[in-house]
């Protein structure tokens, strides 16, 4: 069993950054991958990003050169470092990892992207 854990979220201006942060309940070690998703309203949840042990890293087409996954063994949190956001940004952000065979998702945070 994995509990994850999103915080970072929030109202952030076009053109600005935001870094989330995703806490698991136990070591991240042995949880691959694990990665990012988003589901904006009205459509379906779509991956963002996804990292693996050995730092392979996946990217959504639309967030390349601007978002940045990565992934701190030691204190289990996976990071998603948001870098020139717009508002089709604007999603709830969910974190998501995979041990055992099993899938695991957070709670969602919200990113919202407006003037």
């Known amino acids: 069993q994995v509990q994850l854990v999103e915080s970072g979220g929030g109202l952030v201006q076009p053109g600005g950054s935001l870094r989330l942060s995703c806490v698991a309940s136990?070591?991240?070690?042995?949880?691959?991958?694990m990665g990012w998703y988003r589901q904006a309203p009205g459509k379906q949840r779509e991956l963002v990003a996804s990292?693996?042990?050995?730092?392979?890293?996946n990217y959504a087409d639309s967030v390349k050169g601007r978002f940045t996954i990565s992934r701190e063994n030691a204190k289990d949190t996976v990071y998603l470092q948001m870098n020139s956001l717009s508002p089709d940004d604007t999603a709830v952000y969910y974190c998501?990892?995979?041990?055992?065979?099993?899938?695991?998702w957070g709670q969602g945070t919200q990113v919202t992207v407006s003037s």
């Open positions: 990292i693996a042990n050995g730092a392979f890293t």
């Open positions: 136990r070591s991240i070690f042995n949880i691959n991958p």
């Open positions: 998501y990892g995979r041990f055992r065979q099993d899938d695991y």
